[in-house]
């Protein structure tokens, strides 16, 4: 585990502490905005169902009603199927502005047959370039499967149907801005990148295989919501008693090999195993965050 400022850390877990973890169950026209797209995203089935949609002219997004500072966050997806190039659906947790906090899952779209890239980041303080990609063990676009997001203080952890994928522990000890101050919402959209998304660009979007959708259900966050008045203390919106466990949440040893069968057998990109891109040495962060 990394080791962090006592003083910051006390500081931060008091501040949580003293919010009320407040859980919900999933109900779209309570939790979200749809931000763009011109209609292409539709919530459905009594606020229980959420589409993002992407064609020619426009593709789609949506954003939580509140901010979080620090939780538990889960989200079915159901990726957009068959010929997929081109494609990128987004779902993040993300701060504003140039100095801004984020925690990525992208998934990259791909030719009927090809597995889909599921693409993570981290940002803190404004810096990213923290990428690790994978593919994944099963077809998400056969069926709705649990993409989670645990942000405490003293690691994030990116899971997949409950097995994690990647652990990013805090690493202010080594010099290493870690997401703790900024509240955060959820986003997601689904948009074209063939410029980028499918092989380096190479493969573009088939505009004939248009619209392409994407669906969400079953939201589920047990987290701290910003006051409205920005600061980075907590209010209570719902008088839910849930467990605040994940405040203090590691990996288990379960876990830990759970993590290490996914990154040995599935990741595909290690930003902490390019020499050549960090031909000056990899990042201080990469001591503590390698697994594999």
Same mark, same amino acid.
């Given at each position: 585990m990394a080791s962090s400022n006592p003083v910051s850390l006390v500081l931060v877990i008091s501040l949580v502490i003293s919010c009320f973890v407040i859980a919900f169950g999933g109900n779209f026209h309570q939790d979200f905005d749809i931000t763009w797209g011109d209609g292409r995203g539709k919530i459905l089935d009594n606020g229980q169902l959420l589409t993002l949609s992407l064609d020619k002219a426009s593709g789609s997004g949506f954003q939580s009603k509140n901010e979080y500072l620090f939780g538990k966050i889960d989200m079915q997806l159901k990726l957009v199927p068959g010929n997929s190039a081109g494609t990128v659906t987004a779902y993040y947790l993300s701060s504003q502005g140039s100095?801004? /906090?984020?925690? /990525?899952?992208?998934?990259?779209?791909?030719?009927?047959? /090809?597995?889909?890239?599921?693409?993570?980041?981290?940002?803190?303080?404004?810096?990213? /370039?923290?990428?690790?990609?994978?593919?994944?063990?099963f077809d998400p676009t056969a069926d709705f499967h649990t993409y989670s997001i645990l942000w405490n203080p003293q690691r994030i952890i990116f899971s997949v149907d409950g097995t994690p994928i990647r652990e990013f522990k805090n690493a202010e000890s080594l010099g290493v801005a870690y997401p703790k101050n900024q509240p955060m919402r959820i986003y997601s959209s689904l948009w074209n990148a063939d410029d980028w998304a499918t092989r380096g660009g190479l493969v573009k979007t088939d505009w004939n295989e248009a619209p392409f959708t994407? +669906?969400?259900?079953?939201?589920?966050?047990?987290?701290?919501? +910003?006051?409205s008045s920005g600061s980075s203390s907590c209010t209570p919106s719902s008088t839910s008693s849930s467990s605040n466990s994940w405040l203090n949440e590691e990996l288990d040893s379960t876990s830990q090999e759970r993590l290490k069968w996914v990154q040995k057998n599935y990741m595909i990109y290690n930003y902490c195993s390019d020499s050549k891109r960090f031909s000056q040495g990899v990042p201080p962060e990469c001591a503590i965050n390698t697994s594999a």
């Open positions: 100095t801004h /906090d984020e925690i /990525d899952f992208e998934f990259l779209g791909n030719l009927s047959g /090809d597995p889909y890239i599921l693409h993570t980041n981290v940002f803190s303080q404004g810096k990213g /370039d923290r990428e690790q990609q994978f593919y994944l063990w994407a +669906s969400y259900r079953n939201f589920n966050a047990n987290a701290c919501v +910003s006051s």
